[in-house]
């Protein structure tokens, strides 16, 4: 798996490192991450998270998620239940 995910732009094709499970974890901790909006009312980072600098836009980190788990971000939105 990429050193986590400091490859958030996908420099290493880490995508066929990262197993779903990996990324379903990945997205159980972002639920606990502080968020903000910006002056153009975009969701934003309020903290470093995982290589992601403060003030990241969410789409961008969505889109990570969309690329690096098999059934997309839609489904982790919609349809992901945590395991426990």
């Known amino acids: 798996m990429c050193d986590l995910f400091d490859c958030h732009d996908c420099r290493h094709d880490c995508k066929y490192n990262a197993t779903d499970r990996e990324v ?3 997205w159980e901790e ?3 991450v ?9 969701l934003c980072l309020d903290r470093d998270w995982q290589g992601w600098y403060k003030g990241t836009d ?13 059934k997309g971000v839609g489904w ?4 992901y239940e945590p395991v426990n």
């Open 34 to 42: 502080p968020v903000y909006e910006n002056e153009n009312f975009e």
């Open 24 to 26: 379903e974890k990945l």
């Open 58 to 70: 969410m789409e961008t980190i969505w889109h990570w998620f969309d690329e690096h788990h098999s």
């Open 76 to 79: 982790l939105m919609n349809e």
């Open 30 to 32: 972002l639920e606990d």
